[in-house]
């Protein structure tokens, strides 16, 4: 029994592993027809007149006309950015749907990185700040003064009798329900 | 509860913390550093509060033209009404350029077209052109508002909105001021007034004769 | 006029009991004078009947015509059917506030009434801080953004109610409940609060307020889906999330709020936590107000700006009060809340909901990054950009990823300490699905990754809690050898907040997948069709059968007609609109028809008519699988209900269920 689900677990983790590198390499598909490459690069351009819809998106005239003049140029063979940048000469950087990645817009994109790394910080430390190695009484000397912050400090005849936290948050539990609602 | 220095269950009220448990110099530390945490709430929400009141202060509606200063983008477009001469920007240089982007189911431009009119009588023989273009704007529908309005400055077609794209338009009516080198020297979103119009019209003419 | 008069002079005593609810909580606090305390109680209730007074004539004026007030003149009209005229209650900004303030002090009722009996000590100084909160509200809607305000020459007719307002039905649910739940999150904050201001090291503050957040979520996710659903079914841009900066701030605090409901269960059991879950409360109650004050302060534009320049100040003063008072507090006051417990090991359910937590912060934090980023781009240098979809897809997929994994991982975590055996027994089954639905995807040939992770994910998510449900069940009808339908209700009425939870989890996979696969398999064609001709698309023959005008007194309906067969087989006939309303005659609204499908929905919007009817440029959309975004969200409310379904007591001794079920669970 244990070990069929350790073999399904294992080929589970490196059946997903394989899936997910193939369509990996595969890459994402370029975009073939000039639709398609249309709205490639529609759906990267904001609608001067929406509130933040794409110009692929848009109902608008103004975006229509935009995504024809998207279709002319890619057409007469200009590349995707080239056809950006005419619109950013136009309208400024604004008409980007998202900041260009250089400058100080760089830090927007910066940002989710840096957080995403504080949120490790934060759970390795406090994993290891407080997980027990073995199992061990926090009890109420604990929350008093010091004792807390010092993990070496000798333990006490009377930690060694206090319950074991979750015990007391039981306890606590119980005795403050009898006296209000349990909810 | 052997050991327990306080009660352990809360059922009536608040817990105060027992501070003659504390060692004086703990204590000093702890409200230090309580006050750091405090002094950074404080500096945290000062720099967002500086932040927000600048927003307050910024219309969140108008989007600031970039061309301003920049050359204007050249076009050769084709008159409205056929039998007219093409229009070329370029050919115009030397002479202070409004182009103006309009459209017959645009509201605002009826209102501002007083203005234009004013503006293009006063200033047509002193070195100023003005160009009307309609913006999504059905030809024969161009046409009939033109002829209801009297416009009378030079009209052209602008097929696909190639020109009012690379102009940055986002909807009727907008005006550019264009000066005698080439440069938008002024971009107005929404209906023009005429003393506006006037004063960018008189300040481009100079700026050529240094 | 008398209406006029009636609702202010209503307001105004509000104000005034509102402020005597204020002080007199405060007083009854310090001086824990019982009677005081409990005579800002009770004025609740006056509060509560005169703000639904001023509600009341402010509908009332709505429906009489009485357009010498000027917020019906701008709002509503007599040709408006009555039904959306009750909807122009609250569909602009200065009825909005009435309806938010009617919500509050529904709430602050509601706290009264709760702790009529058995009073928490913090109880005065919550109902302070609420009543604090309820006198901005008030403010507001007296002073800068008054709805009663009149006109010295009423007009005989109204504007209207803005047209893309009353194009929809919808329009009369998803505010109310956005609301509620916006403003249900203020109840913890006072609790919270008022537990700080005590000094109290107690956790009694999320004993008594965890339900209240609870249910403010399950408001939060109603509003959303529905704001979800009027985007799509309304707006007609062919989606429904477009990270508009109004929807972004409305995320924030539910995305806060859920991270608050899994780690209110590490307090409870192991009283660790403390100072992050009042940051979190904190933070949720911030965020609503940060969210109104971006909504209506004209700080940013949006779909949904009302835009009023002189309340800006006021809700960013209210905004700055709440952020110093709320970490203010919780600043001075960590230094007392040490964690009292400990995890017992590195693997263990506790540790998941940790790791829950911090993904849905960072997430938030993220969020908040980007949508207020083009506000300091500007500050700084004076430049303007857009933070737009794409950014936000980019930057926060991969965190959702990983709350997927989460949620999968994290319900077959037994805890405290995870054995190496139980976890892998229970882990087999999901996995196996998992990975068996990325396989298929590799092999059908799909290239975007993002997706194929997205839905084996959902795939894992989902048998994973399923599982844990009908394990759950079995377990209890073993013991009590009853079926295990039988066994099913019971068991669940006993641990309530779990089976909660695992439903919940299984109606976010459900959604999780249909928005991958909405995102990842939508097609689009826009094309010119003159009348009788057909085009084909997605496998469908569309033909244009011409335009019908409908008259109505409010607008003017211009409707394309078209007919959608598939393999010969008739799907209806679709008939997109453009509705032209008199008040805004450059600016017709487009609205789409929908044929929704199990699979897939057929979406068609008009853009424009060429003339006379003869030819019409339309937009077609094959959306596959939206309908389950809906249906997710519908599965996520009732899991949140689930857990909120108040237990029968009373209850002497209240063991966890989980505990029991340690027990008896090998």
């Given at each position: 029994?244990?070990?069929?689900?350790?073999v399904?677990?294992?080929?589970?983790?490196?059946?997903?592993?394989?899936?997910?590198?193939?369509?990996?390499v595969?890459?994402?598909?370029?975009?073939?027809?000039?639709?398609?490459?249309?709205?490639?690069?529609?759906s990267?351009?904001?609608?001067?007149?929406?509130?933040?819809?794409?110009?692929?998106?848009?109902?608008?005239?103004?975006?229509?006309?935009?995504?024809?003049?998207?279709?002319?140029?890619?057409?007469?063979?200009?590349?995707?950015?080239e056809?950006?940048?005419?619109?950013?000469?136009?309208?400024?950087?604004w008409?980007?749907?998202?900041?260009?990645?250089?400058?100080?817009?760089?830090?927007?994109?910066?940002?989710?990185?840096?957080?995403?790394?504080?949120?490790?910080?934060?759970?390795?430390?406090?994993?290891?700040?407080?997980?027990?190695?073995?199992?061990?009484?926090g009890?109420?000397?604990?929350?008093?003064?010091?004792a807390?912050?010092?993990?070496?400090?000798?333990?006490?005849?009377?930690?060694?009798?206090?319950?074991?936290?979750?015990?007391r948050?039981?306890?606590?539990?119980?005795?403050?329900?009898?006296?209000?609602?349990?909810? | 509860?052997?050991?327990?220095?306080?009660?352990?269950?809360?059922?009536?009220?608040?817990?105060?913390?027992?501070?003659?448990?504390?060692?004086?110099?703990?204590s000093?530390?702890?409200?230090?550093?309580?006050?750091i945490?405090?002094?950074?709430?404080?500096?945290?929400?000062?720099v967002?509060?500086?932040?927000?009141?600048?927003?307050?202060?910024?219309?969140?509606?108008?989007?600031?033209?970039?061309?301003?200063?920049?050359?204007?983008?050249?076009?050769?477009?084709?008159?409205?009404?056929s039998?007219?001469?093409?229009?070329?920007l370029?050919?115009?240089?030397?002479?202070?350029?409004?182009?103006?982007?309009?459209?017959?189911?645009?509201?605002?431009?009826?209102?501002?077209?007083?203005?234009?009119?004013?503006a293009?009588?006063?200033?047509?023989?002193?070195?100023?052109?003005f160009?009307g273009?309609?913006?999504?704007?059905?030809r024969?529908?161009?046409?009939?508002?033109?002829r209801?309005?009297?416009l009378?400055?030079?009209l052209?077609?602008?097929?696909?909105?190639?020109?009012?794209l690379?102009?940055?338009?986002?909807?009727?009516?907008?005006?550019?001021?264009?000066?005698?080198?080439?440069r938008?020297v002024?971009?107005?979103i929404?209906?023009?007034?005429?003393?506006?119009?006037?004063?960018?019209?008189?300040?481009?003419?100079?700026?050529?004769?240094? | 006029?008398?209406?006029?008069?009636l609702?202010?002079?209503?307001?105004?005593?509000?104000?005034?009991?509102?402020?005597?609810?204020?002080?007199?909580s405060?007083?009854?606090?310090?001086?824990?004078?019982?009677?005081?305390?409990e005579?800002?109680?009770?004025?609740?209730?006056?509060?509560l009947?005169?703000?639904?007074a001023?509600?009341?004539?402010?509908?009332?004026?709505?429906?009489?015509?009485?357009?010498?007030?000027?917020?019906?003149?701008e709002?509503?009209?007599?040709?408006t059917?009555?039904?959306?005229?009750?909807?122009?209650?609250?569909?602009?900004?200065?009825?909005?506030?009435?309806?938010?303030?009617?919500?509050?002090?529904?709430?602050?009722?509601?706290v009264?009434?709760?702790?009529r009996?058995?009073?928490p000590?913090?109880?005065?100084?919550?109902?302070a801080?609420?009543?604090?909160?309820?006198?901005?509200?008030?403010?507001?809607?007296?002073?800068?953004?008054?709805?009663?305000?009149?006109?010295?020459?009423p007009p005989?007719?109204?504007?209207?109610?803005?047209?893309?307002?009353?194009?929809?039905?919808?329009?009369?649910?998803?505010?109310?409940?956005?609301?509620l739940?916006?403003?249900?999150?203020?109840?913890p904050f006072?609790f919270?609060?008022?537990?700080?201001?005590?000094?109290?090291?107690?956790d009694?503050?999320?004993?008594l307020?965890?339900?209240?957040?609870?249910?403010?979520?399950?408001?939060?996710?109603?509003?959303l889906?529905?704001?979800a659903?009027?985007?799509?079914?309304?707006?007609?841009?062919?989606?429904?999330w477009?990270?508009?900066?109004?929807?972004?701030?409305?995320?924030?605090?539910?995305?806060?709020?859920t991270?608050?409901?899994?780690?209110v269960?590490?307090?409870?059991?192991?009283?660790?936590l403390?100072?992050?879950?009042?940051?979190?409360?904190?933070?949720?109650?911030?965020?609503?107000?940060?969210?109104?004050?971006?909504?209506?302060?004209s700080?940013?534009s949006?779909?949904?700006?009302?835009?009023?320049?002189?309340?800006?100040p006021?809700?960013?003063?209210?905004?700055?009060?709440?952020?110093?008072?709320?970490?203010?507090?919780?600043?001075?006051?960590?230094?007392r809340?040490?964690s009292?417990?400990?995890?017992?090991?590195?693997?263990s359910?506790?540790?998941?909901?940790?790791?829950?937590?911090?993904?849905?912060?960072?997430?938030?934090?993220?969020?908040?990054?980007?949508?207020?980023?083009?506000?300091?781009?500007?500050?700084?240098?004076?430049?303007?950009?857009?933070?737009?979809g794409?950014?936000?897809k980019?930057?926060?997929v991969?965190?959702?990823?990983?709350?997927?994994?989460?949620?999968?991982?994290?319900?077959?975590?037994?805890?405290?300490?995870?054995?190496?055996?139980?976890?892998?027994?229970?882990?087999?089954?999901?996995a196996?699905?998992?990975?068996?639905?990325m396989?298929?995807?590799?092999?059908f040939?799909?290239?975007?990754?993002?997706?194929?992770?997205?839905?084996?994910?959902?795939?894992?998510?989902?048998?994973a809690?399923?599982?844990?449900?009908?394990?759950g069940?079995?377990?209890?009808?073993?013991?009590?050898?009853?079926?295990?339908?039988?066994?099913?209700?019971?068991?669940?009425?006993?641990?309530?907040?779990?089976?909660g939870?695992?439903?919940?989890?299984?109606?976010?996979?459900v959604?999780?997948?249909?928005?991958?696969?909405?995102?990842?398999?939508?097609?689009?064609a826009?094309?010119?069709?003159?009348?009788?001709?057909?085009?084909?698309?997605?496998?469908?023959?569309?033909?244009?059968?011409?335009?019908?005008?409908?008259?109505?007194p409010?607008r003017?309906?211009?409707?394309?007609?078209?007919?959608?067969?598939?393999?010969?087989?008739?799907?209806?006939?679709?008939?997109?609109?453009?509705?032209?309303?008199?008040?805004?005659p450059?600016?017709?609204?487009?609205?789409?028809?929908?044929?929704?499908?199990a699979?897939?929905?057929?979406y068609?919007t008009?853009?424009?008519?060429?003339p006379?009817?003869?030819?019409?440029?339309?937009?077609?959309?094959?959306?596959?699988?939206?309908i389950?975004?809906?249906?997710?969200?519908?599965?996520?409310?009732?899991?949140?209900l689930?857990?909120?379904?108040?237990?029968?007591r009373?209850?002497?001794?209240?063991?966890?269920?989980?505990?029991?079920?340690?027990a008896?669970?090998?």
């Amino acid at each position: 029994m244990r070990r069929r689900a350790t073999v399904v677990i294992a080929g589970a983790v490196l059946a997903a592993a394989g899936a997910l590198a193939v369509v990996a390499v595969r890459g994402a598909e370029p975009p073939r027809t000039l639709q398609d490459r249309v709205r490639a690069v529609a759906s990267t351009l904001r609608c001067p007149v929406c509130q933040d819809l794409s110009v692929a998106d848009s109902p608008s005239s103004v975006a229509r006309q935009m995504r024809a003049m998207i279709a002319s140029e890619l057409r007469a063979g200009r590349s995707p950015d080239e056809v950006r940048a005419g619109f950013v000469r136009a309208y400024g950087p604004w008409i980007l749907l998202a900041p260009p990645r250089h400058g100080i817009d760089l830090v927007a994109w910066v940002a989710p990185i840096l957080v995403v790394l504080a949120a490790l910080l934060l759970a390795a430390v406090a994993v290891r700040r407080w997980t027990f190695g073995a199992p061990r009484p926090g009890g109420p000397g604990a929350t008093v003064g010091g004792a807390n912050e010092d993990p070496s400090a000798p333990r006490t005849t009377a930690d060694e009798v206090a319950l074991e936290p979750e015990d007391r948050r039981l306890l606590e539990h119980a005795l403050a329900s009898m006296d209000e609602d349990p909810d | 509860m052997p050991g327990d220095e306080r009660s352990s269950a809360d059922v009536e009220g608040s817990l105060r913390h027992p501070t003659a448990l504390n060692s004086g110099g703990a204590s000093a530390t702890r409200r230090r550093r309580r006050w750091i945490l405090v002094g950074f709430v404080v500096g945290a929400v000062a720099v967002l509060t500086a932040l927000f009141a600048f927003g307050l202060t910024q219309d969140p509606t108008l989007v600031r033209p970039v061309l301003v200063g920049r050359p204007a983008p050249g076009f050769s477009l084709p008159p409205l009404a056929s039998g007219g001469p093409t229009v070329r920007l370029s050919s115009l240089r030397g002479q202070v350029v409004v182009v103006n982007f309009w459209a017959s189911w645009c509201v605002d431009c009826r209102i501002e077209h007083p203005s234009l009119e004013a503006a293009w009588e006063r200033y047509r023989d002193r070195g100023v052109v003005f160009v009307g273009i309609p913006f999504e704007d059905p030809r024969a529908s161009s046409i009939r508002y033109a002829r209801q309005m009297h416009l009378t400055w030079p009209l052209v077609q602008d097929p696909g909105s190639v020109t009012a794209l690379a102009y940055g338009v986002y909807g009727p009516p907008e005006t550019f001021v264009i000066g005698r080198t080439g440069r938008i020297v002024y971009k107005q979103i929404g209906p023009i007034s005429y003393p506006v119009l006037t004063d960018q019209i008189t300040r481009a003419l100079a700026e050529g004769s240094r | 006029m008398g209406l006029s008069r009636l609702g202010t002079f209503a307001l105004v005593v509000a104000l005034g009991l509102a402020i005597y609810g204020l002080i007199a909580s405060i007083l009854g606090a310090r001086r824990r004078d019982a009677l005081l305390a409990e005579s800002a109680r009770s004025t609740c209730f006056s509060l509560l009947a005169l703000v639904a007074a001023a509600n009341g004539a402010m509908l009332a004026a709505i429906l009489t015509n009485d357009f010498a007030i000027r917020y019906v003149a701008e709002n509503s009209s007599r040709a408006t059917p009555t039904f959306f005229k009750v909807l122009s209650l609250w569909s602009a900004d200065e009825g909005s506030l009435l309806l938010w303030n009617l919500i509050l002090a529904g709430f602050i009722s509601a706290v009264a009434f709760r702790f009529r009996k058995r009073r928490p000590e913090t109880l005065p100084a919550a109902m302070a801080v609420l009543f604090a909160v309820q006198c901005f509200y008030l403010v507001l809607v007296l002073g800068p953004t008054r709805p009663f305000a009149t006109l010295a020459t009423p007009p005989l007719d109204g504007q209207g109610p803005l047209p893309l307002l009353q194009n929809h039905p919808l329009m009369a649910a998803h505010p109310p409940f956005l609301y509620l739940g916006f403003v249900g999150m203020t109840v913890p904050f006072a609790f919270a609060v008022a537990a700080l201001a005590h000094g109290t090291l107690s956790d009694r503050w999320i004993r008594l307020t965890r339900r209240w957040a609870l249910a403010a979520w399950i408001f939060l996710t109603i509003g959303l889906v529905l704001g979800a659903l009027w985007s799509y079914g309304v707006l007609g841009w062919g989606g429904y999330w477009a990270w508009d900066p109004v929807e972004n701030v409305a995320l924030l605090p539910w995305l806060v709020t859920t991270a608050f409901l899994h780690s209110v269960v590490i307090q409870e059991r192991r009283g660790m936590l403390k100072v992050w879950n009042l940051s979190l409360v904190v933070g949720a109650f911030a965020l609503t107000t940060f969210g109104t004050f971006l909504t209506r302060g004209s700080i940013l534009s949006s779909v949904h700006s009302f835009a009023r320049s002189a309340v800006g100040p006021m809700y960013l003063g209210f905004l700055v009060l709440v952020l110093l008072v709320g970490f203010g507090l919780i600043a001075a006051q960590s230094w007392r809340l040490r964690s009292e417990g400990r995890f017992d090991s590195a693997l263990s359910r506790e540790t998941t909901f940790l790791g829950n937590n911090l993904v849905l912060v960072a997430v938030t934090f993220i969020v908040l990054i980007g949508t207020i980023f083009p506000l300091v781009v500007e500050a700084i240098s004076d430049r303007q950009v857009t933070v737009g979809g794409p950014y936000f897809k980019e930057s926060t997929v991969p965190l959702f990823l990983a709350l997927l994994l989460l949620m999968g991982v994290g319900p077959l975590m037994p805890w405290r300490r995870a054995t190496g055996r139980q976890v892998r027994e229970r882990l087999a089954l999901p996995a196996a699905a998992g990975a068996t639905v990325m396989v298929l995807l590799a092999v059908f040939g799909m290239r975007d990754l993002a997706a194929v992770a997205a839905l084996g994910l959902a795939a894992f998510v989902a048998v994973a809690n399923i599982a844990e449900i009908v394990r759950g069940v079995r377990t209890f009808a073993r013991a009590t050898g009853h079926s295990l339908i039988r066994s099913g209700p019971t068991a669940v009425a006993r641990n309530r907040r779990l089976y909660g939870g695992l439903v919940a989890h299984v109606g976010i996979a459900v959604a999780a997948a249909a928005i991958t696969v909405s995102s990842a398999f939508a097609h689009q064609a826009e094309v010119a069709l003159s009348r009788g001709q057909s085009a084909r698309f997605a496998g469908y023959t569309l033909t244009y059968r011409g335009e019908r005008a409908v008259r109505q007194p409010q607008r003017s309906v211009f409707i394309a007609e078209i007919g959608a067969t598939k393999g010969g087989r008739s799907y209806g006939v679709l008939h997109p609109s453009v509705n032209v309303y008199p008040s805004d005659p450059n600016d017709p609204i487009g609205t789409p028809s929908i044929h929704y499908g199990a699979f897939h929905d057929l979406y068609a919007t008009v853009l424009g008519f060429g003339p006379g009817g003869g030819s019409a440029v339309l937009r077609f959309f094959l959306n596959p699988g939206v309908i389950w975004v809906w249906v997710g969200g519908a599965i996520v409310a009732c899991g949140g209900l689930v857990a909120a379904w108040p237990t029968r007591r009373p209850r002497v001794v209240a063991p966890p269920a989980e505990r029991r079920e340690l027990a008896v669970v090998p």
